[in-house]
């Protein structure tokens, strides 16, 4: 499979948790998105990566919120402190320079 | 500001019936307009790219038309697998890289 892979799938957490979401790009493609998508809504822009560097981050990212590349290869999302706000569909997408972006099937987040 | 509007929210189609989903868009110099589709519960799927007024793109029974303003994506004969939420989605030409997302259209299509 050689598409964006999100690792998990599904996650319930209690409010106050940490958690931390994994991405894993398509392999050449060097530009990373996080978006955020709640019931009824379109993805929502949080942070976007050129190779290891995050160039652009959402008002919509608060200080709970942390988001890395390393290497330029996988992601990782943090969200610290977690609030039942917070819940919803977190989408990784990843494209070759100025082209369409193919996304991963998303993490589900429930915070109880 | 960047922004992209969908019409309908929601669209009903008999089997077979055809249609067209309206997207309209203000960017501030457009780079490209992308449409996806989207089931219950996955991330988008990616459908089209459109660059410039004027072009086209086809695949199978859809076919996605740009103008200055906005976007269609046209539905002929659709089928019940066709049920989905198309998004649209905009990348502006300036410095910095993200896709303006709008909330969707609905379309069922009923057997």
């Known amino acids: 499979d050689t598409g964006v892979s999100q690792d998990p799938r599904h996650k319930i957490t209690k409010r106050g948790q940490n958690v931390t979401f994994r991405c894993d790009p398509i392999?050449?493609?060097?530009?990373l998105y996080w978006y955020r998508q709640t019931l009824g809504q379109g993805p929502e822009f949080l942070t976007y990566f050129q190779n290891e560097a995050q160039l652009e981050k959402s008002r919509l990212l608060s200080d709970r919120f942390s988001a890395e590349r390393p290497k330029g290869s996988f992601s990782t999302l943090e969200i610290q402190r977690t609030e039942q706000g917070d819940s919803a569909m977190y989408l990784c997408?990843?494209?070759?320079?100025?082209?369409?972006?193919?996304f991963g099937q998303g993490t589900r987040l429930t915070v109880v | 500001e960047d922004q992209v509007t969908q019409s309908p929210e929601a669209l009903r189609l008999q089997e077979g019936e055809s249609s067209s989903l309206n997207c309209s868009y203000t960017?501030?110099?457009?780079?490209?307009l992308f449409w996806y589709r989207q089931d219950p519960g996955k991330g988008p799927e990616f459908l089209f790219t459109l660059y410039s007024a004027g072009e086209e793109k086809e695949k199978e029974r859809l076919k996605a038309t740009l103008t200055k303003k906005e976007s269609f994506l046209h539905i002929t004969a659709p089928k019940p697998e066709d049920s989905a939420t198309y998004l649209c989605?905009?990348?502006?030409?300036?410095?910095?890289?993200?896709?303006?997302f709008g909330t969707g259209t609905s379309l069922t299509v009923i057997p």
């Open positions: 392999s050449e493609h060097n530009r």
């Open positions: 997408a990843s494209s070759l320079r100025d082209t369409e972006a193919f």
């Open positions: 989605a905009v990348q502006a030409m300036r410095a910095g890289n993200q896709f303006y």
């Open positions: 960017v501030s110099g457009l780079r490209g």
